[in-house]
């Protein structure tokens, strides 16, 4: 007698999603209003995407957020805004505040700029089907829209004004404006009051959790050379220019730490020749040099990213080693400037996706797996983390092309992440 494995496999599905709970009324009341409001949220998605908020344009961002601010005050948030010196050059970030009392304290971030400045050709939303393009429109105005969705579908149950909970919408995620502790001092704050932190960027699918994300930090590396005719390189006068110097560099940068689990590192922007004019702040430089004049300068300027901050000092000091190894006639130094630091996959992590994928499979998404963090990059939930007892990230609608003129959004996956997100938070909170 044949057995189908398939069939057995399929009837222990079955049976397991029998035995798992289902979801209770109050949670399919709040699945109800989300699948009744999407047209309205896409609407929302559609009008933010469409005003401008690149990260220095700080009344685009407010403009955003004014809008978020409006809908938080309906459901009876404190909202304020938390703004920095014009120096920073930055719009601030907005927070909102409910103090019910019961549950699980719990902090939700999303960021209102995009990387897409006034200048950018791409500038509208557009829909095809079941697909949104636009700037900023997955990273992340999808994501803080689902936030406050999830809010209003707590509300419908009677339930949000019992809760502990703050939302932040973080105005420079894309380039921040200042040192992280200045800038990210109050969501820091947040994160030591709450007990779970929940990142809002979009889901790497639906059957995908995010239990960690890698920091990211950026390098500069500079070099000097003796100016002089070319024919004399590499002759004890001259030595090698301060261009053979940044190459030596950066190339034995990828000959010896090219492989390591979880880290990259990316030499974005060189600019090299006899006289060289960087800026860090705007990334753009310029030079003048002769092909017949050894190089007297160069400047490379790059990013790096690691899973724990143990990876990242372990990294720093072989780059270290490297470039201090000269070639004759030659200088070189390298300063780092950490940003965000890691989310680390921790054991209280897992639980807390133990506890998304009950939802999820409550709900009839199938299991989740834990997202490989090299497929995501730094989140500011990273500066909650160390401080929360749980956190999760990727807990936003589906997208794709972040950063790119093919920025797009799966508009089918909205319902159903902002679903599991306000029954997740609904659970949190029992």
Do not use: C
């Not at 900023?136 to 994501?143: E, L, P, R, Y």
């Not at 209003?152 to 921040?176: H, R, S, Y």
Request: aromatic share 8%; charged share 25%; net charge neutral.
């Amino acid at each position: 007698m044949k057995i189908n494995i398939r069939i057995i496999l399929t009837g222990l599905l079955l049976v397991s999603l029998a035995f798992s709970g289902g979801l209770s009324k109050a949670e399919k009341a709040i699945q109800t209003y989300i699948d009744k409001h999407v047209e309205e949220a896409i609407d929302l998605i559609e009008k933010v995407v469409n005003i401008n908020s690149g990260t220095l344009n700080i009344d685009g961002n407010k403009t955003v957020g004014n809008i978020f601010q409006a809908e938080l005050d309906q459901l009876g948030f404190n909202t304020y805004w938390v703004t920095y010196p014009e120096t920073i050059k930055r719009s601030g970030h907005l927070f909102a505040e409910m103090r019910g009392g019961k549950g699980k304290k719990i902090v939700l971030i999303g960021h209102l700029d995009t990387v897409f400045e006034l200048d950018d050709p791409f500038q509208k939303f557009t829909r095809k089907g079941d697909t949104a393009y636009g700037p900023g429109v997955s990273d992340m105005k999808a994501g803080d829209v689902s936030m406050i969705y999830a809010m209003k579908a707590l509300d419908i149950i009677g339930a949000l004004k019992d809760l502990n909970l703050t939302l932040v919408f973080i105005g420079d995620e894309e380039k921040t404006g200042g040192p992280p502790s200045i800038v990210r001092r109050e969501l820091i704050e947040a994160g030591k009051w709450a007990n779970i932190g929940l990142g809002f960027e979009g889901a790497h699918g639906l059957n995908t959790g995010t239990v960690a994300r890698r920091s990211s930090s950026s390098w500069m590396l500079t070099t000097t050379g003796i100016q002089g005719h070319s024919s004399q390189i590499f002759k004890e006068k001259l030595g090698y220019g301060a261009i053979f110097e940044a190459t030596r560099i950066v190339n034995a940068f990828r000959e010896e730490l090219v492989g390591e689990k979880y880290l990259s590192f990316n030499p974005g922007i060189i600019v090299g020749g006899t006289d060289v004019d960087y800026d860090p702040v705007t990334a753009r430089g310029s030079t003048f040099g002769k092909t017949n004049v050894v190089s007297q300068a160069v400047t490379v300027h790059g990013g790096i990213r690691t899973i724990s901050t143990e990876q990242l000092d372990k990294a720093m000091a072989r780059m270290k080693d490297i470039t201090n190894k000269n070639l004759p006639g030659t200088t070189a130094k390298i300063k780092f400037k950490t940003s965000y630091p890691p989310m680390a996959p921790t054991k209280a992590n897992y639980a807390l996706l133990d506890k998304l994928e009950s939802v999820n499979m409550d709900l009839g998404y199938g299991q989740l797996e834990p997202l490989d963090p090299g497929k995501r990059g730094a989140a500011d939930i990273s500066f909650v983390a160390p401080h929360v007892d749980a956190s999760l990230a990727g807990m936003g609608p589906d997208g794709f092309g972040e950063h790119s003129e093919k920025e797009g959004l799966d508009l089918t996956s909205f319902p159903k992440t902002t679903t599991r997100a306000a029954i997740l938070i609904y659970r949190l909170t029992r």
